[in-house]
């Protein structure tokens, strides 16, 4: 396999969980009418469960790849994504909906965690950075052109189409993968598999201040994006009504995200991660504070183009704490770099799942839920922070 072939393969793996939630905003409307759901808010939980399910693929996809190999555990994880696919297609009933939910986020756990292992396997040093830096650009790259596609196939074939076609898409990549892709852990590199060790990974980054603290951040953070994902579609179609040109302000802010990742990789060896991420949660913070005020005295409905440039400047913040809050949590972990990367992101994103359920079930036909999510995380990440770097007292 050549190096762009490959370079294409693994962003379509990586880019999977993307997909499977920004096709979808544009068609939770129709589903929760056909799903007989009563409270619309309780149609975001189509959102929220496909990362409860992520969040326990996580935890074991890493661990299994570096004992069985990286092919065998990816394919099992697309085989539980292609499951979880053909459950929601065929749903009829909201919780076999949520069913086939946490199943495709359980299945889309293996390729999000063997394409790291994969890439670690094959480069290292600058060849790896330039690597993964081109597949994250190719992965930013899905909110902008993933709610259009999703509402173009709900137009042509209503919403059991788009799981269709994510289906699909799945069998071509396994299909794709298995044909081309060579294994890239060799069996005498490979380690048995452990549940003691995970375990003992969990109890080292739960004691250790500065992992902790920035796991739990890192969950803040996530919960407010995945608060703003779940909440999205209600805001721009129904509170202010734009329809079909829901998908084009959805992408447009979704690049505000991908710019920030861009500089940051520029500014992160001249600032060093922690500043940045003081920094950008400051502004986050003071930003989320204001724009809650002067959404209040418009009872939660500002003009849009308010609301628009609110999230431009929060998600240009967010984008720099995505790309630099995880390695912050990884710095004393290094010895067990593996295994802590996959309880680090297991637990981070198991934390962000109530904190979004919380922010949906709040939503009130007004921005007032999301936008006080984004100031009070924000807020509190900034006490977490503070105390985690404080130095230790001398005994």
């Not at 109890?203 to 953070?221: K, N, P, Q």
């Not at 994902?229 to 509170?239: D, E, P, V």
């Not at 003071?286 to 009872?299: C, E, G, T």
């Given at each position: 396999?050549?190096?762009?072939?490959?370079?294409?393969?693994?962003?379509?793996?990586?880019?999977?969980v993307?997909?499977?939630?920004?096709?979808?905003?544009?068609?939770?409307?129709?589903?929760?009418a056909?799903?007989?759901v009563?409270?619309?808010?309780?149609?975001?939980?189509?959102i929220?469960?496909?990362?409860?399910?992520?969040?326990?693929?996580?935890?074991?996809?890493?661990?299994?790849?570096?004992?069985?190999?990286?092919?065998?555990?990816?394919?099992?994880?697309?085989?539980?994504?292609?499951?979880?696919?053909?459950l929601?297609?065929?749903?009829?009933?909201?919780?076999?909906?949520?069913?086939?939910?946490?199943?495709?986020?359980?299945?889309?756990?293996?390729?999000?965690?063997?394409?790291?292992?994969?890439?670690?396997?094959?480069?290292?040093?600058?060849?790896?950075?330039?690597?993964?830096?081109?597949?994250?650009?190719?992965?930013?790259?899905?909110?902008?052109?993933?709610?259009?596609?999703?509402?173009?196939?709900?137009?042509?074939?209503?919403?059991?189409?788009?799981?269709?076609?994510l289906?699909?898409?799945?069998?071509?990549?396994?299909?794709?993968?298995?044909?081309?892709?060579?294994?890239?852990?060799?069996?005498?590199?490979?380690l048995?598999?452990?549940?003691?060790?995970?375990?003992?990974?969990?109890?080292?980054?739960?004691?250790?201040?500065?992992?902790?603290?920035?796991?739990?951040?890192?969950?803040?953070?996530?919960?407010?994006?995945?608060?703003?994902?779940?909440?999205?579609?209600?805001?721009?179609?129904?509170?202010?009504?734009?329809?079909?040109?829901?998908?084009?302000?959805?992408?447009?802010?979704?690049?505000?995200?991908?710019?920030?990742?861009?500089?940051?990789?520029?500014?992160?060896?001249?600032?060093?991660?922690?500043?940045?991420?003081?920094?950008?949660?400051?502004?986050?913070?003071?930003l989320?504070?204001?724009?809650?005020?002067?959404?209040y005295?418009w009872?939660?409905?500002?003009?849009?183009?308010?609301?628009?440039?609110?999230?431009l400047?929060?998600?240009?913040?967010?984008?720099?704490?995505?790309?630099?809050l995880?390695?912050?949590?990884?710095?004393?972990?290094?010895?067990?770099?593996?295994?802590?990367?996959?309880?680090?992101?297991?637990?981070?994103?198991?934390?962000?799942?109530?904190?979004?359920?919380?922010?949906?079930?709040?939503?009130n036909?007004?921005?007032?839920?999301?936008?006080?999510?984004?100031?009070?995380?924000?807020?509190?990440?900034?006490?977490?922070?503070?105390?985690a770097?404080?130095?230790?007292?001398?005994?």
């Amino acid at each position: 396999m050549g190096y762009g072939e490959s370079l294409v393969l693994l962003a379509f793996l990586i880019s999977l969980v993307a997909l499977s939630v920004d096709t979808m905003l544009p068609a939770l409307p129709d589903m929760g009418a056909d799903l007989g759901v009563g409270n619309p808010n309780d149609v975001q939980l189509i959102i929220s469960m496909l990362f409860l399910g992520l969040s326990v693929g996580l935890l074991f996809y890493g661990p299994l790849s570096d004992s069985l190999g990286r092919k065998p555990v990816l394919f099992a994880g697309i085989a539980v994504y292609i499951v979880g696919c053909a459950l929601s297609i065929f749903s009829v009933s909201f919780t076999t909906m949520l069913t086939g939910r946490v199943l495709q986020g359980l299945g889309a756990g293996g390729p999000r965690s063997v394409v790291l292992a994969i890439v670690r396997d094959q480069y290292e040093g600058r060849a790896m950075a330039r690597i993964m830096s081109t597949i994250m650009s190719i992965f930013i790259m899905v909110p902008v052109f993933a709610p259009s596609l999703g509402q173009a196939i709900l137009l042509a074939g209503g919403w059991r189409a788009i799981f269709g076609v994510l289906l699909a898409l799945a069998l071509i990549v396994l299909f794709w993968f298995g044909r081309r892709h060579p294994e890239t852990l060799a069996p005498r590199h490979r380690l048995p598999f452990s549940f003691k060790k995970i375990a003992l990974a969990l109890v080292e980054v739960g004691c250790h201040r500065v992992a902790l603290s920035y796991t739990i951040v890192t969950g803040f953070v996530m919960g407010a994006f995945l608060g703003y994902l779940s909440s999205a579609q209600q805001i721009f179609q129904g509170l202010y009504g734009q329809g079909r040109l829901f998908p084009l302000i959805f992408g447009m802010l979704g690049l505000s995200v991908g710019s920030a990742l861009f500089f940051n990789s520029r500014l992160v060896m001249r600032l060093g991660m922690r500043k940045l991420v003081e920094r950008a949660m400051t502004v986050l913070a003071a930003l989320s504070s204001a724009y809650f005020v002067f959404a209040y005295f418009w009872d939660g409905r500002a003009p849009l183009w308010t609301l628009i440039v609110f999230f431009l400047a929060a998600f240009f913040c967010i984008g720099y704490l995505f790309g630099n809050l995880n390695a912050i949590a990884m710095r004393p972990m290094g010895h067990i770099a593996g295994t802590a990367s996959a309880v680090i992101g297991s637990l981070s994103t198991f934390l962000s799942v109530p904190i979004a359920f919380l922010i949906g079930r709040l939503y009130n036909d007004t921005t007032l839920p999301i936008i006080g999510g984004f100031a009070l995380l924000s807020i509190i990440s900034l006490g977490i922070m503070h105390w985690a770097n404080r130095p230790k007292r001398q005994t």
